[in-house]
């Protein structure tokens, strides 16, 4: 199975960065779409932002384009979100997800907290 562990969360002034990071272990990475996607208290779970194997596609919701940025290092393991001229709404835990290109699973890290609070 694969496990997929977060990390980069924290506080951050509104209009500061930061950068997460999600590295993945139990299959073979280069073989995974990835994903980041968010909760905020009283909300459903959105996603963020998509980086597709096929020719590295990338997708982002409206509300982040410009602003984050996703990319992955296939020698690492590790997929990348990072975020610069964070805003109030964009407090939430963030996600790290990845579903096989062949095949089926689904398959969520534990989360990282962003909290951007002045």
């Known amino acids: 199975q694969v496990q997929l562990v977060e990390s980069g969360g924290g506080l951050v002034q509104p209009g500061g960065s930061l950068r997460l990071s999600c590295v993945a272990s139990g299959g073979i990475f280069s073989l995974y779409d990835m994903g980041w996607y968010r909760q905020a208290p009283g909300k459903q779970r959105e996603v963020v932002a998509t980086m597709r194997t096929r020719r590295d596609i990338t997708t982002y919701t409206d509300s982040v384009k410009g602003r984050f940025t996703i990319s992955r290092d296939n020698g690492k393991n590790t997929v990348y979100l990072q975020m610069n001229s964070l805003k109030l709404e964009d407090t939430a835990v963030y996600y790290c997800?990845?579903?096989?290109?062949?095949?089926?699973?689904?398959?969520w890290g534990k989360g990282t907290l962003v909290t951007v609070s002045s």
């Open positions: 997800n990845a579903q096989p290109r062949l095949g089926s699973g689904n398959y």
